[in-house]
Every structure is written in structure tokens, then in C-alpha cells.
């Protein structure tokens, strides 16, 4: 994800911190919500990694000023980030959370030894999440968007 975005996120966090400064935002989150192991024949598991990203950004952003964009709210900027289509040719925007799972599971993981399918279903969510706020430099109240994909692979037990 820090390769397809860089410096547009202030922070990428392995796992969800539940409470985020407000100076951490936006943020991106990576998360391995299970796996699951079968064994297999000729000593070897099949396995099945379930991950979340999540695009976290801070609700609060849309109250700032005296005018609210109806076309730049939060809500918006956080589709925008997950599945925006290239206008011109249909395609998931390389610059968004399921182009680049799209992008690296053509390019990255399914060449490497092992791997039978990056993500060969996606579930998204959006919505808005309470997050317990310490003191005023937390974000109490977050916009986001879940992307919840499987990476399939073998493991050799021997």
C-alpha cells in the first residue's frame, strides 16, 4: 500500500491502533483478520489469509469552516481512495486500495512459489466509526472504508 500511495496517508499502521491522534490522518490500516488451514495431501497445508485494509479518515474534517462541500465530503474522498474507476477506460484506478490489491496480486504474490489466488473475491464497507478518544488530539469519530480480500496458498509442513 506505501508503494501505491506514498506520502497521501501520514501513516500506515500493521494492525488497528483503536485509538488514532488526529494528526496521523488520514491513515491506512492493515489487518489479518484470520486464517484458515486445511491440511492437505503430500505434507503440505492449504491456507487462507483474510485481510482488511481500511482507509481511515477524519469525520470531523467535513465541520471545519462555515460551507461544506456536498461533492468533497469525507464519504466521498473515502470511494475515491478504495474503488475509483479510471474515467477513461472503466478500469479500477491504479491509485486506489482495490487497484493496487488487483495490481500486486497480477504482479507480486502470484509469481512467488505457493501462492493459488490473491484475492479472488473482495467485500467493501463504508461507514462511520466511533473510536475512543483519549483527549482532543484523538479522533474521536472516523469515516471509513473497508476492503476485506483472501490470500490462497500452500505450505510445506515438512
Same mark, same amino acid.
Given at each position: 500500500?506505501?508503494?501505491?500511495?506514498?506520502?497521501?496517508?501520514?501513516?500506515?499502521? @500493521?494492525?488497528?491502533?483503536?485509538?488514532?491522534?488526529?494528526?496521523?490522518?488520514?491513515?491506512?490500516?492493515?489487518?489479518? =483478520?484470520?486464517?484458515?488451514?486445511?491440511?492437505?495431501?503430500?505434507?503440505? @497445508?492449504?491456507?487462507?489469509?483474510?485481510?482488511?485494509?481500511?482507509?481511515?479518515?477524519?469525520?470531523?474534517?467535513?465541520?471545519?469552516?462555515?460551507?461544506?462541500?456536498?461533492?468533497?465530503?469525507?464519504?466521498?474522498?473515502?470511494?475515491?481512495?478504495?474503488?475509483?474507476?479510471?474515467?477513461?477506460?472503466?478500469?479500477? @484506478?491504479?491509485? !486506489?486500495?482495490?487497484? =493496487?490489491?488487483?495490481?500486486?496480486?497480477?504482479?507480486?504474490?502470484?509469481? @512467488?512459489?505457493?501462492? !493459488? =489466488?490473491?484475492?479472488?473475491?473482495?467485500?467493501?464497507?463504508?461507514?462511520?466509526?466511533?473510536?475512543?478518544?483519549?483527549? !482532543?488530539?484523538? =479522533?474521536?469519530?472516523?469515516?471509513?472504508?473497508?476492503?476485506?480480500?483472501?490470500?490462497?496458498?500452500?505450505?510445506? !509442513?515438512?
Amino acid at each position: 500500500m506505501k508503494d501505491t500511495f506514498g506520502d497521501r496517508f501520514s501513516t500506515y499502521y @500493521d494492525g488497528d491502533p483503536e485509538s488514532i491522534p488526529t494528526f496521523n490522518l488520514p491513515c491506512l490500516i492493515v489487518t489479518q =483478520a484470520s486464517a484458515e488451514i486445511m491440511e492437505s495431501a503430500m505434507n503440505e @497445508d492449504d491456507v487462507t489469509d483474510s485481510i482488511t485494509v481500511k482507509v481511515v479518515l477524519n469525520k470531523r474534517d467535513d465541520f471545519t469552516g462555515d460551507k461544506v462541500d456536498p461533492l468533497n465530503l469525507t464519504d466521498k474522498r473515502i470511494r475515491d481512495l478504495v474503488i475509483q474507476r479510471d474515467t477513461a477506460t472503466g478500469q479500477y @484506478d491504479e491509485l !486506489t486500495v482495490v487497484g =493496487a490489491i488487483r495490481k500486486f496480486g497480477i504482479d507480486g504474490l502470484r509469481q @512467488d512459489e505457493g501462492i !493459488t =489466488a490473491v484475492a479472488p473475491s473482495l467485500s467493501i464497507e463504508y461507514g462511520i466509526n466511533p473510536r475512543p478518544a483519549e483527549n !482532543t488530539t484523538f =479522533a474521536d469519530i472516523t469515516a471509513e472504508g473497508h476492503v476485506t480480500f483472501s490470500i490462497q496458498y500452500s505450505l510445506d !509442513t515438512d
